[in-house]
């Protein structure tokens, strides 16, 4: 069962306040053809603002499917929203790198093939991203969706650099695809604009993916004590009002669009004005957010391995793992920011996306559980060693000793002495030496010559 921090009152509290919002106070939409969307099916629209009534959003949100696939060029990749088991994707939208030689700097293009080439390497990552990093470079969105889609046969996020950002993810799919776009091959990130309203690009975005029926997270980042109420309570029910007004335009522009719905909100620090996503706040909030997108029957998308730290230290460590577990606990359908976020969403990590990587194959192993049988019992074997005896040569435990328990790539279990000889290497330097492994072994999964040159055509004639 997952975590519930709420009770079926508070949830109900929490959504009936959301409708009153909607109802009273309204969410603006700066986009004539969003306004004509709403006006259309009878939504009072004022001075640029929508104002829903319960039944129109419960109505609207009854067309979005509980669960979708998102297909990869690889079937065996392809991967379901709301399934049961997390969809993990990497880090979004950082414009800094943490290097660790060099420090803080800029991100490349280099860069961004570079960890395009590892998010498809890396067996815990299921998508292979957007956005990963932003290089300062013309046209940078088709760059990173060509590396998206010529170094991974993931599925990947599409660009939301406005309606022709959007359309360029389109149109570039359905090149490497080999075929018209007419199944989900991608999702894409619609974020609100807090408090209560959305920016002009985004609602874009929205109906050129809303149109082609390619899934789309409506998420808010609403930062208590800023953008939104410093309450976490007012928090859920101020992003709610906006996360049910795009979901509700989606829905009209075209029923069946897949969506989720989706949160990135946390605390501001109120002694340095910054948000804090290494705090206890933010993983109540990932609960509280779980139990609302179940209450409506959607699939949800927030947390990650996410902290405050400038550094893949011990308190990135700890502050990841916190946030990392709670969304795994919180019963979350699709995590962006999965893996490599620092300092607050600004920075992005080589080290710590291999680090958070290993951490989530901790979790996902723990959240396997195990089987209790007559087998794994095991009173037979317990009954032939008797008192004082080893089970280390039994055949019930040599038949298992490959596949019972989790194995790490990082971890250090080698013991003071290997760990001195070895000359005192920590977990930032293995974690360097294997994405510059993962790195040296990557061979661009197979594509059709003819789509290749399709794309690499694409690119040099639009960037």
């Given at each position: ?359 989530i194959s901790m979790v996902r192993r723990l959240k396997q559980g195990f089987p209790v049988d007559e087998s794994t019992l095991a009173f037979e074997v317990i009954q032939a060693v008797g008192p004082g005896g080893n089970f ?72």
């Open positions: 069962m997952p975590k519930e921090i709420l009770s079926a009152e508070s949830i109900e509290q929490i959504h009936n306040t959301a409708m009153r919002v909607l109802g009273t106070v309204g969410v603006s939409i700066p986009q004539e053809e969003a306004l004509e969307v709403f006006r259309q099916h009878g939504v009072r629209v004022d001075n640029g603002r929508v104002y829903l009534t319960e039944d129109q959003v419960m109505d609207a949100i009854k067309n979005a499917p509980k669960q979708f696939t998102i297909n990869a060029r690889d079937p065996e990749k392809s991967v379901v929203v709301g399934g049961g088991d997390p969809v993990l994707a990497p880090g979004y939208g950082a414009p800094f790198i943490i290097d660790a030689k060099e420090g803080k700097r800029s991100p490349t293009l280099d860069d961004y093939h570079n960890l395009a080439k590892i998010a498809h390497q890396l067996q815990n990552i299921d998508v292979s991203g957007h956005l990963i990093v932003e290089p300062e470079m013309p046209n940078a969105h088709l760059h990173m969706l060509h590396a998206h889609l010529t170094h991974s046969d993931k599925p990947i996020i599409g660009s939301t650099a406005g309606a022709e950002g959007a359309q360029a993810a389109i149109d570039m799919a359905g090149l490497a695809f080999g075929e018209k776009i007419d199944k989900p091959v991608m999702i894409s990130l619609v974020n609100s604009l807090s408090p209560l309203g959305f920016a002009t690009d985004m609602l874009d975005v929205l109906l050129v993916y809303a149109k082609a029926g390619q899934p789309i997270v409506i998420a808010a980042l609403g930062m208590a004590g800023t953008t939104a109420p410093i309450t976490l309570a007012g928090v859920l029910a101020s992003q709610t009002a906006e996360l049910m007004t795009g979901l509700t335009l989606a829905q009209y522009v075209n029923p069946g669009t897949p969506m989720v719905f989706g949160s990135t909100s946390s605390n501001v620090d109120m002694r340095m004005g910054s948000l804090s996503i290494g705090s206890p706040e933010l993983s109540m909030l990932i609960c509280a957010h779980g139990q609302l997108a179940r209450f409506y029957g959607l699939p949800s998308r927030s947390g990650g391995s996410l902290t405050d730290a400038s550094y893949p230290d011990a308190q990135a460590g700890f502050e990841s793992m916190m946030a990392l577990m709670t969304t795994f606990d919180s019963d979350i359908s699709f995590v962006l920011h999965s893996a490599g976020i620092l300092a607050s969403y600004l920075a992005f990590s080589y080290e710590k996306f291999i680090l958070d990587e290993e951490m280390l040569q039994q055949s019930h435990t040599l038949k298992r000793c490959r596949k019972e328990f989790w194995k790490p790539n990082l971890c250090d279990r080698g013991g003071v002495a290997a760990w001195v000889a070895s000359g005192g290497k920590t977990a930032v330097d293995r974690a360097t030496a294997r994405w510059q492994s993962l790195l040296e072994s990557h061979v661009d999964p197979p594509m059709d010559a003819g789509a290749r040159k399709a794309l690499d055509d694409y690119l040099e004639a639009n960037a």
